[in-house]
């Protein structure tokens, strides 16, 4: 399997290019495949710089109906226009951190190829998505701010629009999430009652960000608490994104070599 960081906030390849936002391209044996699509059109940059062909991509998933994961959707429907494109329906709601709008481009719905759907999903014997995560332990404290539109009204956003996906690939599963705004902890017993043990390998943001010295302490102790659960089970851990560096750095001094960070233009693998 090939797994490679196209889209990150960091750069690890002097050819491509860093933006707020994530995507993660993946070769199985039956797919190619995109998790999110990052912010911008530096998907399709850098798939060009790493000589990666969007084209024969069959499937992207939305883990989220936010803009810094869904921006390349439409850059990247101008090189393919079929593959299927694959989002929980609650995705398309309008989502705002403040005042500010940070849900999809609205285009994006209108499009003949995207596929939505509500709660879980076994694509093949290879990929699987699920959603309707409920647990609150260690819940990201940055969600506080965010908020989605229901019937007219604005409300605290429930995340019921996040989705990840399991792939499953010469014995071993991978589960990638975009932010785990659900909380990594959470994720991963949903994931336990789904398949009675735990993942080999996650790729996921963890939601923590904030500069050096900005966490409360109130923060701090959900990250450590996080970390040192993480760190006592039998799975390799790859963050970026939206985990930030203060969180990521706390993290990794618990979490030794568990933890690897993602980069732009890396192979994960």
């Not at 995705?91 to 481009?105: C, F, M, S, V």
């Not at 994006?108 to 409920?134: A, W």
């Not at 900005?214 to 990250?223: D, G, Q, Y």
Request: some cysteine; overall charge negative.
């Amino acid at each position: 399997m090939k797994i490679v960081t196209l889209v990150e906030n960091s750069c690890g390849n002097e050819k491509c290019i860093a933006e707020h936002g994530l995507c993660i391209y993946i070769e199985t044996q039956k797919h190619k495949l995109l998790l999110d699509t990052g912010q911008t059109d530096a998907v399709v940059k850098n798939a060009e710089a790493l000589d990666i062909d969007l084209s024969a991509v069959d499937t992207v998933i939305l883990s989220h109906g936010h803009y810094d994961h869904s921006g390349g959707i439409l850059p990247f429907s101008k090189l393919n226009n079929t593959a299927q494109i694959i989002l929980q329906r609650t995705a398309a709601e309008p989502h705002y951190n403040g005042e500010r709008y940070i849900g999809i481009d609205t285009d994006i719905l209108k499009l003949t190829n995207v596929r939505f759907i509500e709660g879980d999903l076994k694509i093949d014997d290879e990929l699987f998505l699920f959603s309707g995560i409920k647990g609150r332990r260690c819940y990201p404290q940055g969600n506080r701010r965010l908020s989605c539109m229901k019937n007219g009204e604005i409300v605290p956003d429930d995340f019921i629009h996040e989705q990840c996906l399991v792939i499953t690939q010469n014995g071993k599963r991978w589960l990638l999430s975009g932010c785990a705004h659900n909380g990594i902890l959470n994720i991963l017993d949903k994931y336990k009652e789904l398949f009675d043990s735990y993942p080999d390998y996650v790729i996921t943001g963890f939601h923590m960000m904030k500069r050096e010295g900005e966490h409360t302490e109130e923060e701090k102790a959900v990250i450590i608490q996080t970390a040192q659960e993480l760190s006592q089970l039998d799975t390799v851990f790859y963050s970026g994104h939206c985990t930030g560096i203060a969180a990521f750095d706390l993290m990794k001094q618990i979490m030794g070599d568990k933890l690897i960070a993602l980069h732009s233009g890396e192979s994960v693998n």
